[in-house]
């Protein structure tokens, strides 16, 4: 059983940056591929990049070049590094753990409650 809580989240402007650390409970954390999702109202939970447990990286073209994923083993932590964010970036973020074969939904299998980014123009 994993636990996984986001914080980091808030209000930035057009071009600004957030970090979201994502802690997780749980003594096999480093046995895990890490990922962030997230959600915009009225719209799907939608992949935005991945960490494998060796430190692979995959994202999606939206964020290619403007966010970067990295994770902390001995502190059981993943981080989601956000620069020059767009108001299209607005949604609630949320962290998954899970030893999926591709970047879906229902491939991963432990989520956080997610916090919310917002960013104005």
């Known amino acids: 059983q994993v636990q996984l809580v986001e914080s980091g989240g808030g209000l930035v402007q057009t071009g600004g940056s957030l970090r979201l650390p994502c802690a997780a409970s749980g003594r096999t954390f480093s046995s895990y591929r890490m990922g962030w999702f997230r959600q915009a109202p009225g719209k799907e939970r939608e992949f935005v990049e991945t960490?494998?447990?060796?430190?692979?990286?995959y994202y999606a073209d939206s964020v290619k070049g403007r966010f970067t994923i990295s994770r902390d083993n001995a502190k059981n932590t993943v981080y989601l590094q956000m620069n020059s964010l767009k108001p299209e970036d607005t949604a609630v973020y949320y962290c998954?753990?899970?030893?999926?074969?591709?970047?879906?939904?229902?491939?991963?299998?432990?989520w956080g409650l997610g916090t919310q980014v917002t960013v104005s123009s």
């Open positions: 960490i494998s447990r060796y430190g692979s990286t």
């Open positions: 998954t753990a899970g030893h999926p074969r591709g970047h879906t939904v229902g491939e991963y299998d432990y």
